[in-house]
Antibody
């Protein structure tokens, strides 16, 4: 069974930094695009960033462009999100999400999420 | 403000049918595939429908999807109390800000 396990969440002050990690297992990690999707408390889903299997293409939501950096290490089956210049509005549960082999397949597996709280 | 527009809430009695709409534009729904996600309280979202109309293995045929032009619809028949959840539509957007977009979510209440 595909598993995605996030870690690295926590409490950070505005302007601070945090690095999220996602450990993937039970599938050929390098063959899939991976994403981060977040959900603020009591709010809907917001796509954050996407990275293709070989890291050739990377995309960011306007809300995080220039502050967040997505990366992956296929040798370690791991996905990362470096978050800098954090703002109160970045407070959310961050999900690591696998994208199907083609975009028409949508987001087929989600991790359990890790909570990031930005507060003074 | 979400790029895709969904009704905030819908409700129906057990055993009845409900539909949830998702409205977009030519840069997203009009030229890409729509997927739907179910988020039960306190859990991560789960893929319900992909490729506009298809169900992943394990999703009952009570759930269906359709798409026409720049809109998509999720249908649920034979409603059960266990279907109470938030439902989200999502798709790729080819506008200036390329990336995935979601609807604001619809809370389904089974009365």
């Amino acid at each position: 069974e595909v598993q995605l396990v996030e870690s690295g969440g926590g409490l950070v002050k505005p302007g601070g930094s945090l690095r999220l990690s996602c450990a993937a297992s039970e599938f050929i990690f390098s063959s899939y695009s991976m994403n981060w999707v977040r959900q603020a408390p009591g709010k809907g889903l917001e796509w954050v960033s996407s990275i293709t299997g070989s890291s050739t293409y990377i995309y960011y939501a306007d809300s995080v462009q220039g502050r967040f950096t997505i990366s992956r290490d296929n040798a370690k089956n791991s996905l990362y999100l470096q978050m800098n210049s954090l703002r109160v509005e970045d407070t959310a549960v961050y999900y690591c999400v696998r994208e199907g082999p083609s975009r028409y397949l949508g987001f087929d597996y989600w991790g359990q999420g890790t909570l990031v709280t930005v507060s003074s | 403000q979400s790029v895709l527009t969904q009704p905030p809430s819908v409700s129906a009695a057990p055993g009845q049918k409900v539909t949830i709409s998702c409205s977009g534009s030519s840069s997203n729904i009009g030229n890409n595939y729509v997927s739907w996600y179910q988020q039960l309280p306190g859990t991560a979202p789960k893929l319900l429908i992909y490729d506009n109309t298809k169900r992943p293995s394990g999703i009952p045929d009570r759930f269906s999807g359709s798409k026409s032009g720049t809109s998509a619809t999720l249908g649920i028949t034979g409603l059960q109390t266990g279907d109470e959840a938030n439902y989200y539509c999502g798709t790729w957007d080819n506008s200036l800000s390329v990336g995935w977009v979601f609807g604001g979510g619809t809370k389904l209440t089974v009365l």
